[in-house]
């Protein structure tokens, strides 16, 4: 099982990127995954979940009307696309799947996944 999270960067308060998280080694579409964050100083916090099945998507505070996630199954990819960025949403950013689909509450708990990916870097400055 592998999992790669990319395309993060340095960009303007109010830019925007997409992170990819790139399977292999499994069937994604029976996983839920979720996208966390890391700031230097701060705890880990959750920013979306997609979920297997019935795709349902929970989005939390930091996320919630700027931030996008999807999936493509067929193509072992999830995607955050990330509009109007912040200078606090500078972290990095870590891709992760957990069997099954996840209710709201435990899509916010590292211990519900399974598998992780090494983090990609986002910075927002001015």
């Known amino acids: 099982v592998q999992l790669q999270a990319s395309g993060g960067g340095s960009v303007q308060p109010g830019g925007s990127l997409r992170l990819s998280c790139t399977t292999s080694?499994?069937?994604?579409?029976?996983?839920?995954v979720g996208w966390f964050r890391q700031a230097p100083g701060r705890e880990q916090e959750e920013v979306s979940c997609?979920?297997?099945?019935?795709?349902?998507?929970y989005y939390y505070e930091n996320a919630r009307g700027r931030f996008t996630i999807s999936r493509d199954n067929a193509k072992n990819l999830v995607y955050l696309q990330m509009n109007s960025l912040k200078p606090e949403d500078t972290a990095v950013y870590y891709c992760a799947v957990g069997s099954g689909a996840l209710i709201q509450s435990s899509a916010t708990m590292p211990s519900s996944y399974d598998y992780w990916g090494q983090g990609t870097q986002v910075t927002v400055s001015s």
């Open positions: 080694g499994f069937t994604l579409d029976s996983y839920a």
């Open positions: 997609i979920n297997s099945g019935d795709g349902r998507i």
